[in-house]
């Protein structure tokens, strides 16, 4: 029974690389679809931890920008699809790094390059800081100082940039990003940094806090796969640039009341 089970599995794996195989501009999808697929379903890790990309609705069920483009990318390669749900960002990057998954939805960063082969840009977000309404805090500029502590979710984009730039104050870590403002208002910390969607909904959650205006930095969320899939990382690249140009990506941020996203522009043409 067992070995008819594979025989089955291995003849519907070879069945959806067919059809993508079969599709217009067959030659690249079914490499693509190789890579992506190999074993039958291309497995997409979900970041719920970035409300901005997916969230888990009351019923269950995965839904986001993120969502919407995984299943969109494996309907056009004609391949089935299995969506693995993470709570942090850094639990996604070691997923990518170890194969556990074949495509992520993350934020660019040069750290994350070693194990992650990017497209472009689809979405840009902005980091922000959150600190109690009675802090001396009034700018960004203000915040790294010694004797401050900045809490920020571990593994995370903001993280990683924290980790670079910070200079006097002291990064203190949440286990996920939704976890951080929680962290910050438990522990005394000065400052929280994370998605300004998130921080937005903490501040009316819990009140008494406020964001400072502007933004730290701004993160490019993009398409990723293990490094050293070239067909994959070169059917996403177009396959992303159509669903920016296409409207795509903009419809599904309005469907998912994402507010304050933008999206990504156009990757610009390499110099002749």
Known sequence: ????????????????????????????????????????????????????????????????????LAREAARRLGVSIELVAFNAAGKVVEAIKD???????????????????????YVIIEGAYLVRNDSPLQRNEDVDRTGRRIVVGRGSAYDLYLTREIRSATLVRAPTSPAVTDMFLADQLDVAAGVRQQLEADARRVGGVRLLPGRFMVIEQAMGVPKGRVAAQRWLSGFVEEMKASGFVAEALRRHGIEGALVAPPRQAPPR
């Not at 794996?13 to 697929?37: D, I, Q």
């Not at 998954?101 to 840009?121: H, M």
């Open 1 to 68: 029974m067992n070995v008819q089970r594979r025989e089955l599995c291995a003849a519907g794996a070879a069945t959806l690389l067919l059809s993508a195989c079969a599709s217009p501009g067959s030659s690249e999808a079914c490499a693509a679809a190789a890579e992506l697929a190999g074993n039958g379903k291309l497995r997409a890790a979900i970041n719920l931890g970035n409300p901005i990309l997916a969230s888990r609705g009351a019923d269950g069920e995965l839904r986001g920008v993120s969502v919407d």
């Open 99 to 121: 194969k556990q998954v074949d495509l992520a939805f993350v934020a660019i960063d040069p750290l994350r390059g070693a194990d992650t082969d990017y497209t472009a840009p």
